[in-house]
């Protein structure tokens, strides 16, 4: 494998950190600064579909994002209505396929309605790559939500990993190889609890709306010099 091979991990997730912190760096209201991420998250999909990357997952809207003002809580509702609708045939140009994890049923009905179309509008079976919106998220209720499907189900044979994973919001998406979090904050924030057990994290001093290019090839660079064990030891290794 060539180290150009090497630097593009499969899955990349990014915890989009810092919108806030650039908008009252600029004295700007917090709106502004999710804005600005929001154009940072157009050009970053393209890189990295432009990289090869086959999954990117963005941590977009936690469950603990709830807890923030009202008004910064409506302003992100609208801004999802807005991307929903501008962005849906832009992604499909690019055959780019969206889907959602997340308790989304917690949504206003409308925005529930636009994210199933625009996760219908991209549903390729083929796609060029896959974008991942985890949106009403957290790594602890999908895996509280996980528990409460086996019960209501009955399962009555042994759980291991393999079947477990069955009942997590997306099975069928790979584990993240490469986690990136923006703004200097060095912490998963209850991200792919499950799935982030042998992912590499990378922390990038940016915030995000200043995440650029250059700095998702910085994160590449850094993931194509790791070596992954997977706790493994090989001879010679430590």
């Given at each position: 494998?060539?180290?150009?091979?090497?630097?593009?991990?499969?899955?990349?997730?990014?915890?989009?950190?810092?919108?806030?912190?650039?908008a009252r760096k600029r004295m700007l209201p917090r709106i502004l600064g999710h804005r600005a991420g929001a154009s940072a998250l157009v050009r970053i999909v393209r890189a990295a579909a432009e990289r090869g990357i086959r999954y990117l997952s963005i941590y977009a809207?936690?469950?603990?994002?709830?807890?923030?003002?009202?008004?910064?809580?409506?302003?992100?509702?609208?801004?999802?209505?807005?991307?929903?609708?501008?962005?849906?045939?832009?992604l499909a140009k690019e055959n780019v396929r969206l889907r959602i994890a997340g308790r989304i049923d917690l949504f206003p009905q409308d925005l529930r309605d636009l994210l199933e179309y625009a996760q219908k509008e991209t549903s390729f079976e083929n796609p060029r790559m896959t974008l991942i919106a985890c949106l009403n998220y957290g790594g602890r209720q999908e895996i509280l939500d996980a528990f409460r499907r086996i019960r209501e189900e009955g399962y009555d044979r042994e759980l291991d990993e393999e079947a477990f994973r069955r009942y997590l919001y997306l099975p069928d998406i790979p584990d993240p190889d490469l986690i990136i979090r923006t703004s200097g904050e060095m912490r998963l924030s209850n991200f792919w609890l499950w799935q982030a057990s042998y992912s590499e994290l990378y922390f990038s001093e940016s915030l995000w709306p200043d995440f650029?290019?250059?700095?998702?090839?910085?994160?590449?660079?850094?993931?194509?010099?790791?070596?992954?064990?997977?706790?493994?030891?090989?001879?010679?290794?430590?």
């Open positions: 494998m060539t180290r150009e091979e090497k630097s593009v991990p499969v899955h990349c997730a990014i915890i989009m950190d810092g919108n806030g912190r650039w809207f936690s469950t603990e994002n709830w807890k923030r003002p009202k008004t910064e809580v409506l302003g992100l509702m609208a801004l999802f209505r807005s991307y929903a609708r501008r962005k849906v045939q832009e650029d290019e250059n700095e998702l090839d910085k994160a590449l660079s850094a993931f194509s010099k790791r070596e992954r064990r997977y706790g493994n030891v090989q001879l010679g290794t430590s």
